[in-house]
């Protein structure tokens, strides 16, 4: 079965700033990578699918690279509203679909 | 507009059934691949199960034998049939839709999510 690790599990940044975030897959998971945000009492909303492309409506300051099993999710200058919670997802073991812990972005 | 809207929950003694509702609006339902996601009180997310277009259907190990996921074409709403439930089964429950056209699996629509309690 396929585990996926994210690191930091908690990162503090300042608005306006960067943030990166890591995603790490057990095996390869080729490039069947979702990054989702989900802030609190809300539902995951989906940011990023194979590894690298944006869903619709998600602004450019967000981007994702990697492919096999080292993935990452970066934020340029940090807005506001993107203090939530991260969760990477790997959809290459079907129908296994396994989620990461979550790394949460708040307010340093 | 696309949406997905949840209905049912509660609370539950273990042991006990419950049944959670997902209606669908802008498209259809059996045309898609639709899953159920839990997530336990201050946790992450936990694939629960998924329901082919063909109707073909999968679960999770932890679930499996005890849930049953399913549609009504007619309502265009999913379904996810939750019997015998424990206290480790205390979750909010998201239904989604898998994009697998654009994707190849995605979650790309969610419900809002349905609290479950399973305690006596």
């Known amino acids: 079965e396929i585990a996926m690790t994210q690191s930091p599990a908690t990162l503090s940044v300042s608005p306006g700033e960067r943030a990166t975030l890591s995603c790490r897959a057990s095996?390869?998971?080729?490039?069947?990578l979702a990054w989702y945000q989900q802030k609190p009492g809300q539902a995951p909303r989906l940011l990023i699918y194979?590894?690298?492309t944006r869903a619709t409506g998600i602004p450019a300051r967000f981007s994702g690279s990697g492919s096999g099993t080292e993935f990452t999710l970066t934020i340029t200058s940090l807005q506001s509203e993107d203090f939530a919670v991260y969760y990477c997802?790997?959809?290459?073991?079907?129908?296994?679909?396994?989620f990461g812990p979550g790394t949460k972005v708040d307010i340093k | 507009e696309v949406q997905l809207v949840e209905s049912g929950g509660g609370l539950v003694q273990p042991g006990g059934s419950l049944r959670l509702s997902c209606a669908a609006s802008?498209?259809?339902?059996?045309?898609?691949?639709m899953t159920w996601v839990r997530q336990a009180p201050g946790k992450g997310l936990e694939w629960v199960s998924l329901?082919?277009?063909?109707?073909?259907?999968y679960y999770a190990d932890s679930v499996k034998g005890r849930f049953t996921i399913s549609r009504d074409i007619s309502k265009n709403t999913l379904y996810l049939q939750m019997n015998s439930l424990r206290p480790e089964d205390t979750a909010v429950y998201f239904c989604?839709?898998?994009?697998?056209?654009?994707?190849?699996?995605?979650?790309?629509?969610w419900g809002q999510g349905r609290m479950v309690t399973v305690s006596s």
């Open positions: 989604a839709r898998v994009d697998y056209s654009r994707t190849s699996g995605a979650f790309d629509v």
């Open positions: 802008g498209f259809t339902v059996s045309s898609n691949y």
């Open positions: 329901i082919y277009s063909g109707g073909r259907t």
């Open positions: 095996q390869s998971v080729s490039s069947n």
């Open positions: 194979y590894a690298s």
């Open positions: 997802q790997q959809y290459n073991y079907w129908p296994s679909f396994t």
